[in-house]
């Protein structure tokens, strides 16, 4: 990124936290210049959409940025040979809750999206349980190169890689994030303990909430455990629902 584009970022960013503080703390006019003067004044309410739609174009710039010009056409680890697109990530940059997966399968390697094979459709219905659409919400993985023959990504190939997936949540600031299955939890929380023995219980990860929880492909094998997962998004919805 230009040291320009970088400063425009930064600006918007420090003009989007000013919009929300000033709604924040009640102010309901932005006296800003010639042409408030001959327009009048804000209400509260377009200092909020201002606020959030300046926000959101700076994430979104910001999220463009490390994919174009940070991670571009990565061969940093072994993925790389095997892959046909490189599958960042999709959904709202202002998402308050991220679902997070291992790495891209068959269906993702060659649309270049994060589930969208029958496991990512069955997480599409579980999103829409939630009361929430796809587009509401932002969907990544661990690993943004399809393993070979969907085998778990290695160790070094998930060194090698999640430091933009944590870009992406510094980015982000989703308040929940959501581990689908043992690879993402053990690797956002640098734990080797089981994701049975993790799921139903908030974590934390830095100051944003952790849930684990089963992976829709296992969930596609075993039906039964549709229940406890269920149960653990009840969890998430009752912190996303919080003011
Ligand atoms: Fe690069 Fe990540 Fe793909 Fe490895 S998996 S080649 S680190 S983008």
New binding site residues.
């Given amino acids: 990124m230009t040291s320009q584009s970088k400063s425009q970022q930064e600006f918007r960013k420090s003009l989007a936290r000013e919009l929300k503080m000033w709604a924040e703390s009640g102010v309901d006019f932005v006296p800003a210049g010639k042409t408030i003067e001959e327009s009048g004044h804000l209400g509260v309410s377009q200092i909020e959409k201002a606020g959030a739609a300046v926000g959101e174009d700076a994430v979104h710039e910001a999220l463009e940025n490390l994919r174009l010009n940070e991670?571009g056409n990565?061969?940093?680890?072994p993925?790389?040979k095997g892959?046909t697109h490189?599958v960042f990530g999709v959904g709202n940059p202002m998402a308050k809750l991220m679902f997070v997966g291992e790495g891209p399968g068959a269906d993702e390697d060659r649309q270049g999206e994060p589930f969208v094979g029958k496991a990512g459709q069955l997480l599409t219905r579980m999103i829409e349980a939630m009361g929430l659409k796809r587009s509401e919400v932002y969907i990544a993985n661990i690993?943004?190169?399809r393993p070979p023959d969907n085998r778990n990504p290695e160790p070094v190939?998930i060194a090698?890689?999640i430091p933009?997936l944590k870009q992406q949540i510094e980015m982000i600031k989703p308040r929940v994030l959501v581990c689908l299955g043992k690879v993402a939890a053990q690797a956002l929380l640098q734990t080797e303990i089981s994701i049975t023995k993790l799921r139903g219980e908030f974590q934390a990860y830095g100051d944003i909430q952790l849930m684990p929880t089963y992976h829709p492909a296992f969930l596609l094998r075993n039906p039964a455990m549709k229940r406890p997962v269920w149960e653990d998004l009840k969890k998430v919805m009752k912190i996303l629902a919080a003011p």
């Fill in positions: 991670i990565c061969t940093r680890c993925l790389h892959r490189i690993v943004k190169c190939e090698t890689c933009f």
